[in-house]
């Protein structure tokens, strides 16, 4: 794992939260004894000339920079590469194996702030839905939102608890899971019966074999599955939908198809929210202009959601060292007075608890010539003021 000359050699994306205080020599290299040097780049440079330059031996990244044989092809030196975060669509898993390159992602890391947002995106929308159960029974005479969620793992699971506190109905659908109180409909139930569609899938593709003609071996790439994902929503799912069914992508901007999108919307007039984009980081302002809420992908970007993230990777490089990990979230973490008992009985407080058109706000500004350009999308989400997660 160390050069003896210069110990442990870390490449990291800068937008990792934290590095400092978890990827040192006192946090890694006291119990091993060795140096640790980290540098720090922007994920979409992160190249394969860097990469052979340098030489790390541990290599942290962000959703930005793919991994893949291309990065590694002229680096023999990384052991170790770490995700901080939930999706590993752009980390080719398979190639790692076959090259004895230890991977790690920080599964989980944001689910509470993504359903956050979720919840958030349709009590901005649709506050006549916002009714804790407490007062359902007694007040309502509108019966309660039926949400509509597609991958119930992490994110999708969670979202579906915080549905249940609020009294609505949860209509799941995830095929590679049994079913359950909550994976309890079919992809066509899901999408003709729900006010609120909410999709929390990984991207995926069909399964393929294909040969690697120098070894004569065939494998699976790492991404593909017997339910893909990528266009999951396209022309055909949406015309399953009523006109008032909100559709809300937090997943991955591929997952549905953006010109069968804009089409729906400008027939049905649907209400979308999109955080993620296909064509991501660049947005066409045609598509921004049919959104009811769009933000630039930081729907897990809390506070809470990105410490965890590099926490998880931290603790997974520990193991790989065998050394104890000497840091943890929990001293980092500023007061949180954001308390979700508070905003379940003060609906009207929504707003000082996270303010979503403000992020819509933000991410229409950076429009020009009919389109926010990669780098002022890229901007945004560095520069993005993270939120506090809703604690319990
Ligand atoms: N916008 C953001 O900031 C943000 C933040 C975190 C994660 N994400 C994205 O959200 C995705 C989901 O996150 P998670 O933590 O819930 O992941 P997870 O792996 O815990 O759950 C994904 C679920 O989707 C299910 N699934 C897979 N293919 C499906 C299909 N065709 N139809 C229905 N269900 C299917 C899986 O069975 C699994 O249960 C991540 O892969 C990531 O791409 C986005
Ligand atoms: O997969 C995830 O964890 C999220 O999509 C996360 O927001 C990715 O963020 P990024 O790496 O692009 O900063």
């Not at 702030?113 to 159960?133: D, F, G």
């Amino acid at each position: 794992m160390t050069d003896t000359v210069t110990g442990i050699t870390i490449l990291a994306d800068s937008n990792i939260a934290s590095l400092d205080e978890f990827f040192t020599a006192t946090m890694l290299g006291q119990a091993t004894e060795q140096t640790v040097s980290i540098i720090k780049v922007a994920g979409r440079d992160i190249n394969a000339q860097l990469l052979a330059e340098l030489q790390p031996t541990i290599l942290l990244i962000r959703s930005v920079t793919s991994v893949n044989e291309a990065l590694l092809a002229d680096n023999e030196s990384v052991e170790f590469v770490g995700s901080a975060t939930i999706g590993t669509d752009h980390v080719d898993q398979d190639y790692l194996a076959a090259r004895n390159i230890t991977f790690a992602n920080a599964a989980g890391c944001s689910k509470h702030s993504v359903a956050q947002y979720v919840l958030t995106a349709i009590l901005t929308l649709r506050p006549q839905y916002w009714q804790p159960s407490t007062t359902l029974l007694m007040t309502s005479s509108m019966p309660p939102l039926t949400l509509g969620i597609i991958g119930l793992g992490n994110i999708g699971s969670t979202l579906a608890q915080y549905a249940t506190a609020l009294g609505w109905q949860v209509l799941g659908y995830d095929p590679l899971l049994h079913p359950s109180d909550t994976n309890n409909a079919s992809f066509e139930q899901v999408l003709s019966q729900s006010d609120v569609v909410s999709l929390h899938v990984p991207l995926t593709d069909k399964k393929s074999t294909h040969k690697k003609a120098a070894a004569g071996q065939s494998f699976q790439s790492s991404n593909g599955s017997d339910y893909p994902t990528r266009h999951l929503i396209n022309a055909e799912a949406l015309a399953m939908m009523s006109p008032h069914t909100m559709l809300i992508n937090s997943a991955r901007g591929p997952v549905v198809n953006a010109s069968d999108l804009e089409a729906d919307i400008e027939r049905n007039e649907r209400q979308v929210v999109l955080d993620v984009f296909e064509h991501e980081p660049e947005i066409s302002e045609g598509l921004l202009a049919k959104l009811a809420i769009a933000t630039p992908h930081i729907a897990g970007y809390t506070v809470e959601g990105k410490l965890r993230g590099t926490q998880i990777i931290y603790d997974a490089l520990c193991e790989k060292l065998a050394v104890a990990p000497a840091q943890s979230m929990q001293k980092l973490l500023p007061l949180n007075m954001f308390l979700w008992s508070e905003l379940k009985a003060h609906p009207d407080r929504l707003i000082k608890f996270y303010d979503i058109m403000q992020d819509d706000a933000s991410l229409r500004s950076q429009a020009v010539d009919g389109q926010v350009n990669g780098a002022d999308f890229d901007q945004l989400r560095r520069d993005y003021h993270l939120r506090r997660e809703w604690q319990f």
